[in-house]
């Protein structure tokens, strides 16, 4: 029997800052995220990732989040919508939620919060949740049981190479530095000696990759990144 695949979630908001947390913190959650910085993007993003909910902020450089749920509505697309905004007027809120919104959340916030009203907001639609884990093209990894996957097959790791695995799973697509790598996944400075770094890519190498297209990716004089085989 196949997995159900990771619930999509668009996040839309013009501050890098945001969306950088949002991201994190959902791919953790286990869910497959895109973003789009503009309201014109948002629309497009929404009829080609096809989301199963839309985090929305209001305030954007183009169309402003209650305009973009509007047209969204009088296309039919019934898509759960959150709104995430630091406009926190009653008029506000009630406005998206007469326009069809399905919950507003307030900045500044927490990301905690986010995540419970997201799995809210599915419940009510009747959208099923994944179970924990994070997945990537055929990768897959689960955290309840500790255990990864290639193609279906039972990759063992290390703690320290599934820690590692896990870092890049939830920054899928991002290029990570040495550093960022050694201080998320070691948790202290090696002065320098940034060779634990290649040598424990080169052992996620030889297990994830190993006879299959490449997923682990060097950028020459930048660091690692977890990308899709060039087809």
Do not use: C
């Given at each position: 029997?196949?997995?159900?695949?990771?619930?999509?979630?668009?996040?839309?908001?013009?501050?890098?800052?945001?969306?950088?947390?949002?991201?994190?913190?959902?791919?953790?959650?286990?869910?497959?995220?895109?973003?789009?910085?503009?309201?014109?993007?948002?629309?497009?993003?929404?009829?080609?990732?096809?989301?199963?909910?839309?985090?929305?902020?209001?305030?954007?450089?183009?169309?402003?989040?209650?305009?973009?749920?509007?047209?969204?509505?009088?296309?039919?697309?019934?898509?759960?919508?959150?709104?995430l905004t630091a406009r926190?007027?009653?008029?506000?809120?009630?406005?998206?939620?007469?326009?069809?919104g399905d919950d507003y959340?307030?900045?500044?916030?927490?990301?905690?919060?986010?995540?419970?009203?997201?799995?809210?907001?599915?419940?009510?639609?009747?959208?099923?949740?994944?179970?924990?884990?994070?997945?990537?093209?055929?990768?897959?990894?689960?955290?309840?049981?500790?255990?990864?996957?290639?193609?279906?097959?039972?990759?063992?790791?290390?703690?320290?190479?599934?820690?590692?695995?896990?870092?890049?799973?939830?920054?899928?697509?991002?290029?990570?530095?040495?550093?960022?790598?050694?201080?998320?996944?070691?948790?202290?400075?090696?002065?320098?000696?940034?060779?634990?770094?290649?040598?424990?890519?080169?052992?996620?190498?030889?297990?994830?990759?190993?006879?299959?297209?490449?997923?682990?990716?060097?950028?020459?004089?930048?660091?690692?990144?977890?990308?899709?085989?060039?087809?």
């Amino acid at each position: 029997m196949s997995a159900m695949r990771p619930r999509r979630i668009l996040v839309v908001d013009d501050e890098d800052n945001i969306v950088f947390l949002l991201t994190a913190a959902l791919r953790h959650f286990g869910f497959h995220v895109r973003s789009a910085p503009t309201g014109r993007r948002a629309l497009d993003e929404v009829h080609d990732f096809a989301p199963d909910l839309v985090l929305l902020d209001v305030m954007l450089p183009d169309l402003d989040g209650f305009e973009i749920l509007r047209r969204l509505r009088s296309e039919g697309v019934e898509t759960p919508i959150v709104f995430l905004t630091a406009r926190d007027q009653l008029e506000d809120k009630v406005r998206g939620l007469t326009l069809g919104g399905d919950d507003y959340v307030t900045k500044p916030f927490s990301l905690e919060e986010v995540v419970a009203r997201i799995h809210a907001a599915l419940r009510r639609n009747g959208t099923p949740l994944r179970a924990s884990g994070l997945s990537f093209a055929d990768l897959e990894m689960d955290d309840d049981g500790h255990v990864v996957r290639r193609a279906g097959t039972v990759v063992p790791l290390s703690p320290t190479e599934y820690k590692l695995l896990r870092f890049l799973l939830l920054n899928a697509g991002r290029v990570l530095s040495r550093e960022q790598i050694l201080d998320h996944v070691w948790e202290y400075d090696f002065e320098g000696r940034s060779t634990v770094v290649e040598t424990y890519i080169s052992y996620l190498r030889k297990k994830i990759d190993a006879d299959k297209a490449p997923l682990i990716h060097t950028i020459r004089g930048v660091g690692y990144t977890l990308r899709q085989p060039k087809s």
